[in-house]
């Protein structure tokens, strides 16, 4: 897949994870959501679409509370969730309102994408939402999740959403410049996979890894989003969230992160 394709893309999810979207204190960063505002006015300027994939409720909650955050029992993890929600979503809301933007919030469990009637009530509400300019910010509903309906992991939401909303583009924003050869954190001559046809084939041949402390989610997850996505002729890229100018980057055609695209198949 050539990379300049990605400048054509209209329709784009962005997920953010923890560790882009909280500072080495592990509070909410600030910066970093009125970098990306800057970033999403000028691309909806342009005439293409944005939705947002956002984690870091949990860790707003720890930040906001001041407590509970070795607690490990559910009922806190929830009620921290809560508690972060409503952080999350007022940083979202003041900052980008400076651009006059604005964002609504959408909270999902993994029944809600295997109901048909659900299913088509979020398309309705997305396209809705978009249509008349408003930003969607996507969550996993963590206060009502149990491990049967609990998707899991916010790069899948990701793809899920994506293949909903029938995107054109996935970025996937994380603490690492892409997928490597090995794990960067513990070899100094792992490399960084600009493309990738084949994930199945990759899967075979590089570290994994593990997660982040902040996420659920790692190099695992992202690549079985991309195998979902690829499935449905979405590109996904993988790319470091805290480069300055990363997203309008990769939408001019930049070789930036890694491409994953699933080839021809």
Known sequence: MDREALQSTKKIVIKIGSSTLTDESGKIDKEFIKELSNEIKEI???GKKVVIVSSGARIAGVST???????EDIHYKQALCAIGQVELMDSYRKIFWEKNLHVAQILLTKDDFESKSRTLNIRNTLFTLIDEGVIPII????????????????????????VLWGAD?????????????KN????????IIHEINDVESIKKDIDIGEKSSFGTGGVSTKLK???YVNRFKIPL????GKTEGIVLRILKGETVGTLIYGGDK
Do not use: C, F, H, Q
Request: negative net charge; proline residues 2%; aromatic residues 6%.
């Open 139 to 162: 969550n996993e509903n963590d206060t009502v999740s149990v491990d049967e309906i609990k998707i899991g992991d916010n790069d899948m939401l990701a793809a899920y959403s994506s």
């Open 65 to 71: 509370i001041g407590k509970w955050s070795r607690k």
């Open 225 to 227: 989003a991309a195998e």
């Open 44 to 46: 909806v300027d342009s």
């Open 237 to 240: 890229v993988v790319v470091n």
């Open 169 to 181: 583009l996935l970025i996937l924003m994380s603490d690492i410049e892409g997928i490597y050869d």
């Open 184 to 191: 960067p954190k513990d070899y100094e001559d792992a490399e």
